[in-house]
């Protein structure tokens, strides 16, 4: 493969769970617009129409992202019929309701396959690819719940919150290679995954039912109710994908505008509220040092 930075189309995306929600419809805007796609789904037989609608620029392989031989199959199906990977979306996931004494030490391990380790096999799969080009994205589907914590998902949350600290180091370890990484956090979105993409504990405690309870509770009743819209959630992807300059991070929803910045503004008032006690932890010879690393441990 050859350097080519200024390449203007079509890209060639590897996007994971497309048999519903933000995968299918970032997928079908993707094919509308032109470019080509390499989806993916445990159940390859959900993309027959939408193969069979794009028969020159899609195509369609089985990934199961807990299994790393599926993976290396699906780059490598993906170098085979485009010659290239521009843009790797990992969005196969799912959601796990359960305070952290309700849930199971396999329903953790499992979330944590699917939702970060899947997601880290894949970059670390594509990365070659992307490094030989000498340009890529990596587009990481994180969450709300990847900022901001929510009582009733703190394993769900665990994933997300890991997602998005390796997707900062790792923008920083690639931009010199052209390859750009960024972080989506959408709030509620008219998904399956207030349906069957999201699990609950199997041994409820009563004593967390005003939590996760609720929690669950809550998912349930917004099923088909939620106020994101996913088509519309494909183009801002998209948008962000095309930008000379995209954003490390894009909140997507009102909602998750409104939840982040409340935590934002939770973080800086705790901060400021204890700042005197967090200067105070100093060597009083080393303040000057310290300062003098701020810089470099906050470029971006």
């Known amino acids: 493969m050859n350097s080519d930075k200024n390449r203007v189309a079509p890209k060639v995306w590897l996007i994971t769970g497309c048999s519903t929600g933000f995968g299918r419809a970032l997928a079908e805007a993707v094919l509308k617009k032109g470019d080509e796609v ?32 599926d ?3 699906a780059v490598d199906a993906a170098i085979k019929t485009f010659a290239r990977i521009d843009v790797l979306v990992n969005n196969a996931g799912y959601g796990l309701i359960g305070a952290l004494e309700e849930v199971s030490d396999a329903d953790i391990r499992q979330q944590f396959e699917t939702n970060f380790f899947g997601a880290l096999r894949l970059m670390r799969t594509v990365l070659p690819v992307m490094r030989q080009q000498g340009s890529g994205h990596i ?3 994180s969450s709300t719940a990847g900022f901001v914590g929510f009582g009733g998902s703190s ?13 900062e180091a790792l923008a920083k370890e690639v931009e010199s290679f052209g390859i750009k990484v960024t972080l989506i956090e959408p709030g509620a979105f008219r998904t399956n995954f207030n349906g069957r993409s999201l699990a609950g504990a199997e041994q409820p405690i009563d004593a967390y039912d005003p ?7 809550w998912f349930k009743e917004m099923d088909g109710k939620q106020p994101g819209n996913p088509a519309k959630a494909a183009q801002a992807i998209i948008q962000a994908v095309e930008s000379p300059n995209p954003p490390m991070r894009l909140a997507l929803g009102t909602d998750a505008m409104s939840l982040i910045q409340d935590k934002l503004e939770s973080v800086k008032t705790s901060l400021d509220g204890w700042q005197q006690v967090t200067v105070s932890t100093d060597y009083t010879d080393s303040h000057a040092e310290a300062i003098a690393l701020v810089p470099t441990l906050s470029e971006s």
């Open 38 to 69: 390499l989806a993916t789904a445990r159940e390859p037989e959900q993309l027959r129409a939408l193969i069979e609608h794009y028969p020159l620029t899609a195509k369609a392989v089985r990934l199961d992202v807990t299994l790393s031989q």
């Open 211 to 217: 939590v996760s309870g609720a929690s669950l509770q």
């Open 71 to 73: 993976i290396q199959a």
């Open 155 to 167: 394993i769900y949350c665990a994933t997300k919150f890991a997602l998005e600290g390796i997707s």
């Open 139 to 141: 587009v990481n589907m």
